[in-house]
């Protein structure tokens, strides 16, 4: 991808992410008690109020055999009944992860990937009928193929999900390797894994280098583990000519990653102090509860000093209980999640220290044929624009040779689109969602032109 392409996606990500109808965190409190907040679709949730700011609440429910705190937005309440007492009301499960931390700007629409075999889904198997079978995931490889919003992208992951329940698949590990991308793609893969992923499987991310968009791609995940070289932070925004984003576009993304570190249960002062040059220490009780403060000085432990932005490293993610553990290999992982007894889903193949299962090698695929069409793109472009010039004269049987071709160049493009729709956007500056509108038909319109018969 040209710099252009990269200039001009970092420009568009706060406008195409963040632009519509976010509240920003002008007036913030922390807040206390219990609430019964009933919902617009008539459902109920209770729990404590851990925190409102801007109308938004933030109650801590109980999920399963865990306390997960739940984001919920004005445009979602119907009735807030404040300081009902633990006689009155008991908190319930979290039923729909989907509603959780939801987003003012909602993930487009993904067509389904095709169900392998004949007839309804597949179910997840069942936990407990054997050892717990995982299966690895990367977001990221090597040779190139990282950049988040690029090869790194919220429709494969959804696509896969009908392939990982067809092998019994329990836990997913992402395996994620990523120097960071568009900012577009954040809020679709914190969509896809926290409302997708994290609702059908066990999910952990398993950090081997997550910089910038990859760290806040992360950031949804609860469960991480890292490498022992891994990285994990330095989530500055740039735009145009590299220079860091701010004011209201910085604002804007602050507030979007506030909501995704609730997502993941992560601390917002992290990923703050990932974004901007804003201080971090720590402390970790007796009992193991860690605390953050915005300065230097009073927390025992010192993440980060004012004139950095944070990254951390597996030493200082693990002290501060950031990562659950840290891992080389799938035997050190397996220790590290507590798995005595684990199966690990696919087919080993050179050069991989995991087997390589069915929605892997779909995102091999996916990343590969990214790749050849991102090379190949241009020439399909040439092409298609000089086949139709080309054939703007000459006698009938030249014109319809160019339309052939022509038609030819223009199904290579869409197809490529159809794999990865961002494509529209970094090689025709077009949103996906209007591609169709805006190139595909009047293409279309050029190419019948070509073959429409004179009047004698």
Sequence with gaps: MNIAIRRLVTGLAFSLVLGAGLMMPMAQAEAAGRAKVTLKDGSVVEGEIVREAEGIIWLKVKSGKTDETRMIAPTEVSKVERDVTDAETVAKPLDKPAEAAASATPAPAVAPAPTPGAGDEPKARKP????????????????????????????????????????????????VNSGGGALLEIQKLSDVIYNEYRKNFRTVAWVDWAISAAAMTSHAMEEIYMTPEGAYGACTGWSGELVAVK?????????????????????????????????????????????????????????????????????????????????????????????????????????????????????????????????????????????????????????????????????????????????????????PEKFREEWVEPTEKKIKELTKKEKK
Excluded at 141 to 152: F, I
Excluded at 264 to 283: F, W, Y
Excluded at 286 to 292: K, L, N, R
Excluded at 317 to 344: H, I, N, R, Y
Aim: charged fraction near 25%; hydrophobic fraction near 40%.
């Design 128 to 175: 407990g009928s054997g050892a717990p079978r995982a299966a690895v995931l990367t977001l990221g490889e090597g040779d190139g193929k990282d950049m988040v919003g690029v090869y790194v992208m919220a429709k494969p992951l959804h696509d896969a999900i009908p392939l990982l329940k067809a092998e019994g698949v329990d836990i997913v590990v992402f395996r």
């Design 247 to 431: 004011d209201m576009d910085l604002e804007k993304i602050l507030f979007q990653m506030e909501k995704i570190s609730t997502r993941g249960n992560h601390d917002p002062k992290i990923m703050r102090a990932m974004q901007i040059m804003e201080p971090l220490s720590a402390t970790v009780s007796p009992q193991g509860e860690v605390t953050f403060y915005q300065d230097t000085t009073s927390g025992d432990i010192l993440l980060n000093p004012k004139d950095r932005v944070l990254t951390f490293n597996s030493q200082t993610a693990a002290k501060v209980k950031f990562s659950a553990g840290t891992a080389a290999t799938l035997d050190e992982l397996a220790k590290a999640m507590q798995l005595p007894e684990v199966e690990w889903v696919g087919v080993k193949k050179p050069g991989y220290i995991w087997p390589i299962c069915k929605a892997e090698q779909m995102q091999m695929d996916f990343r590969e044929k990214t790749a050849r069409d991102e090379q190949q793109f241009q020439e399909y472009v040439q092409i298609l624009n000089a086949a139709l010039q080309m054939g703007s004269s000459g006698s009938e049987e030249t014109k319809a040779k160019l339309a052939g071709k022509a038609r030819e160049m223009m199904n290579k493009i869409m197809a490529a689109i159809n794999n990865n729709p961002n494509m529209a956007l970094f090689q025709f500056n077009i949103m």
